[in-house]
């Protein structure tokens, strides 16, 4: 899928050889007894940003973003239901045509990402408490702006990413890591929320879209 | 005229709990049944009681084997203690992944357990019937037994290739060569019998 701007996510739900919901393997240490366990995993491709760089498969921020990830799931997944299960979310940003323009708009991975995979799990039929829909904001010259993008990043103002069970308006995740007056916070969440709103208003609709369709096709 | 398909996302709040009770794909909150797949909406209403409400998908989502279901799995290697198999049908259904399951030697058999003999119960490529019998180790490998009469081996080729006829609990014979070979045979079915 492919938000406003140009980041585009893939998210492999399903391996060739590996199940999405599956028995844990390796130390069962890690099993829990009442719960599923929830494993994500980032990973960026070499053409993914404007230069072209490998990156080693477990370094810092890769490993970060998979933590963030993990934490937002696990707010959203049921996973009381599959006990000593783990259930393995696999995400791979990419972006398809490196453009010859110097300003590439392709900001807030994060949140193309978790959207990405909310609608991978959906997919897989693992039952989950409501969508989560995930959006950055920041603060720029006195403006709440929502979906940054690769520029308005760069230029160093305060981001917030958000990531919201629409339904309940619950928050799943909420991560800034700059500093904000504490005046601003308010109108920023706000902005943040209202997006990730709108992106569950076009995930809903999609979704709607596609189950009736599927029902169609296998003639329900 | 088939009533109309509701479609629901998950977080969708689908009705009150005194209106109904939450059945699968479908979770409870503060008073209220919320879903929880993206699916059809169905109520099935049985007498008396609240109408089951449930979200259903068309196509399944991964089941796993539990314990004591009757799972169908495919022999693929022996040893002198146990038979490593690929567990493929749960109950009726395929699986789209294969799990390990693991029969010990102990589990082959109801009696004199001691005198099994793995050689003489499996081969590698026969397809054997079993039952879970706990989700397993370290190796998570289910463990499975055949110690019934309804379980043990449903289909095995003999060693020239041809599928063998079972003609006792424990011997299957060649129809070409007429050789008898040992297996831990299933007891067929009635409704399965053809005659």
Excluded at chain 1, 202 to 216: F, T, Y
């Amino acid at each position: 899928m492919s938000l406003p701007g140009h980041t585009k996510c893939r998210t492999e739900y399903i391996r060739p050889k590996t199940a999405l919901l599956r028995k844990i393997r390796g130390s069962r240490s890690r099993a829990l007894p009442d719960r599923a366990l929830v494993n994500c995993q980032y990973s960026s491709a070499t053409f993914s940003t404007g230069e072209r760089k490998r990156r080693p498969h477990g370094d810092r921020k890769s490993c970060e973003m998979g933590l963030q990830l993990r934490q937002t799931f696990e707010a959203a997944i049921l996973t009381q239901l599959h006990p000593r299960s783990q259930i393995d979310i696999y995400v791979q940003p990419l972006r398809g045509v490196v453009s010859l323009q110097v300003l590439q708009a392709d900001g807030g991975t994060y949140a193309a990402c978790v959207n990405a995979a909310t609608l991978a799990v959906l997919d897989a039929g693992i039952p989950m408490r409501d969508f989560v829909c995930a959006c950055s904001a920041g603060f720029v010259d006195g403006t709440a702006l929502a979906d940054l993008s690769h520029v308005e990043e760069a230029a160093g103002g305060p981001q917030l990413a958000l990531a919201l069970l629409p339904a309940s308006g619950q928050i799943a995740l909420l991560e800034m890591d700059a500093r904000l007056h504490e005046d601003h916070l308010e109108w920023v969440l706000e902005a943040a929320a209202q997006a990730a709103r709108d992106v569950h208003t076009l995930l809903d609709r999609v979704v709607r879209q596609h189950v009736h369709e599927a029902s169609i096709l296998l003639g329900d | 005229m088939a009533p109309p398909v509701r479609y629901c996302v998950p977080g969708e709040r689908l009705c009150n709990l005194e209106e109904g009770s939450p059945g699968s794909g479908t979770y409870t909150r503060h008073g209220y049944i919320f879903s929880s797949l993206a699916g059809c909406l169905t109520k099935r209403s049985e007498n008396g009681a609240l109408p089951v409400v449930s979200v259903m998908r068309e196509t399944e989502s991964q089941l796993l084997p539990d314990v004591g279901a009757i799972v169908t799995c495919k022999v693929s290697s022996i040893n002198s203690r146990f038979a490593k198999v690929h567990i493929l049908y749960v109950g009726s259904t395929p699986l789209k992944n294969s799990f390990r399951g693991t029969i010990r030697k102990e589990d082959v058999r109801a009696t004199e357990k001691d005198k099994v003999e793995i050689y003489k119960s499996f081969r590698p490529g026969d397809i054997v019937l079993a039952k879970v019998i706990s989700l397993g180790d370290a190796q998570s490998n289910y463990l499975l037994t055949t110690a019934e009469n309804e379980l043990g081996v449903v289909v095995a080729h003999s060693e020239s290739g041809v599928q063998m006829v079972p003609i006792s609990w424990c011997e299957m014979q060649c129809p070409k060569t007429h050789t008898k070979e040992f297996r831990k045979v299933a007891r067929v079915q009635p409704e399965f019998l053809q005659t």
